[in-house]
């Protein structure tokens, strides 16, 4: 059983950064594909950015140039960086694990807010 708890969220201005922490336990963040979703209030979830094993990280379009996600692997964490936050990026931030694109088990996380307003 992998479990995921996230951190990091909180109030930010337009234009600020925060930096999400999800900290795993279960498993190995690298042999897992990690990744970042957000849900907004009235809207679907939606894929921010994963990571392959540690590697190869993939982006939304939206959040490109803007957010980072990495991983370390000493104590078994994967971060979200995001800078330039905009209103559009408030949301309820989950951490997600999963074997492979092609599991059908997926592990979350409970979230954690992030708020962006002047």
């Known amino acids: 059983q992998v479990h995921l708890v996230e951190s990091g969220g909180g109030l930010v201005q337009p234009g600020g950064s925060l930096r999400l922490s999800c900290a795993v336990s279960?498993?190995?963040?690298?042999?897992?594909?990690m990744a970042w979703y957000r849900q907004a209030p009235g809207k679907s979830r939606e894929l921010v950015a994963d990571?392959?094993?540690?590697?190869?990280?993939n982006y939304r379009d939206a959040v490109k140039g803007r957010f980072t996600i990495s991983t370390d692997n000493a104590t078994n964490t994967v971060f979200l960086h995001m800078n330039k936050l905009q209103p559009e990026d408030a949301a309820v931030y989950l951490c997600?694990?999963?074997?492979?694109?092609?599991?059908?088990?997926?592990?979350w996380g409970r979230g954690t807010q992030v708020t962006v307003s002047s």
């Open positions: 279960g498993s190995r963040v690298i042999d897992h594909i």
């Open positions: 990571i392959i094993n540690g590697g190869h990280a």
């Open positions: 997600n694990a999963k074997r492979s694109y092609f599991s059908a088990t997926h592990y």
